[in-house]
């Protein structure tokens, strides 16, 4: 079965400096979900990426798939508090598997 | 418009007791997903429902969990006799289909502690 395996499992940064979320997969992902959590409000989505190379961006998260589809990188620029959380990645091999999560923590 | 809910937010019940957890999909979603986050994991799946199929029970961890589907809509996860590494929070999502390229929405969760 599917495995994914995230780094760094928490990350703490000073507001307004970038940083880099890693999530990499035993097998090709044919469908790769980020997925950010915050205690009291489920999961929120955040970018579903299909296609090898494929790069999306919503504010000042960037999402990335590699060539291969066997990783994604998440990237945040000038990190804001609201931007404090659990990030997950997800993938869907006959049923969805996530990674165990980076908790990230955003220093004012 | 709203979301996936569930019920109740947390719940405290001590070893041995029975547990229902309520999850209330998005309306006109057919799949529903129960999953659990204990601590320091990632998400587990539990069990999976699409339209009428029978369920994937697949990840549920011992014949101590049950879930069920009324009307193709409201889920209850129930957890007989627990324990206290069910201790979690327990979430529920709903997509409009099953697959790869349907994004899931997730509820709030309910944090089950077993005393």
């Known amino acids: 079965s599917q495995e994914l395996e995230q780094s760094p499992q928490s990350l703490i940064v000073q507001e307004g400096k970038n940083l880099t979320i890693n999530c990499t997969s035993s097998?090709?992902?044919?469908?790769l979900y980020w997925y950010k959590q915050k205690y009291g409000e489920g999961l929120i989505f955040l970018m579903m990426l299909q296609k090898g190379g494929e790069e999306k961006s919503h504010e000042k998260i960037t999402a990335k798939l590699d060539e291969k589809k066997q990783q994604s990188s998440l990237h945040i620029t000038a990190s804001q508090p609201s931007h404090a959380g659990i990030y997950l990645c997800?993938?869907?091999?006959?049923?969805?598997?996530f990674g165990q999560g980076t908790r990230l923590t955003i220093n004012p | 418009g709203a979301g996936v809910s569930q019920s109740p937010s947390n719940k405290v019940t001590e070893k041995g007791k029975d547990v229902e957890l309520r999850c209330d999909p998005i309306?006109?979603?057919?799949?529903l997903y129960w999953y659990r986050q204990s601590l320091g994991q990632g998400l587990e799946f539990l069990i999976y429902?699409?339209?009428?199929?029978?369920?994937?029970k697949s990840g549920l961890p011992s014949d101590r969990f049950s879930a069920e589907r009324t009307g193709g809509s409201v889920s209850t996860l129930t957890i007989q006799r627990t324990q206290q590494e069910d201790s979690a929070v327990y979430l529920c999502a709903s997509s409009s289909d099953r697959g790869a390229y349907n994004e899931q929405f997730f509820g709030p969760g309910t944090r089950l502690t077993v005393l």
């Open positions: 429902f699409q339209g009428n199929s029978a369920p994937d």
């Open positions: 097998k090709t992902l044919y469908g």
């Open positions: 997800g993938a869907d091999d006959l049923k969805l598997v």
């Open positions: 309306s006109g979603h057919t799949a």
